[in-house]
């Protein structure tokens, strides 16, 4: 068992080329998102655990009000230049949008400090139709300050 591996022992983050740490785990957690063999509802649901590990680490959703500003946070254009999204993450467009598993840009929403509607376009790529899949992401326990 490596170092990194034993319980309770963190594993550290990686380091990219520029110097931007990436939060150890996250790599993986991505990794899982628009899995053909998963529903799309899955992929909200792992949208909701990233937004949940920014609110740990930074107290707060992320800045912005645009998908391409939020996600400029989540990929390490921060106060603390940590990635929760990997920068070379593919469900990144050229815009700097993450987009959902049909090429839609995802709808953030941020209702609060800690609270983000996440929202994909369905299949139909338009919102606010009746193939939409999101939901509103509260702030759980696990967000609370410590």
Known sequence: MSLDQQPGRARPA????????????????????HKPENPASQDIELLEEVFSKYR????????GGTNAEITASLTGKNTKALAIVPPDFPAVNP???????WG???????VSRRVMEV???????????????????PAGPEDQLQ
């Open 104 to 110: 839609t840009p995802y709808f953030f929403h941020p």
């Open 14 to 33: 990686e380091i990219t080329a520029s110097g931007l740490a990436i939060l150890p785990g996250t790599r993986d957690l991505m990794s899982d998102l």
């Open 56 to 63: 740990q680490v930074f107290g707060q959703n992320p800045p």
């Open 119 to 137: 929202l994909s376009a369905g299949p139909d790529g338009l919102l606010w139709t009746g193939d939409d899949i999101g939901s509103i992401v």
């Open 95 to 101: 815009d700097g949008e993450l987009i959902d598993r």
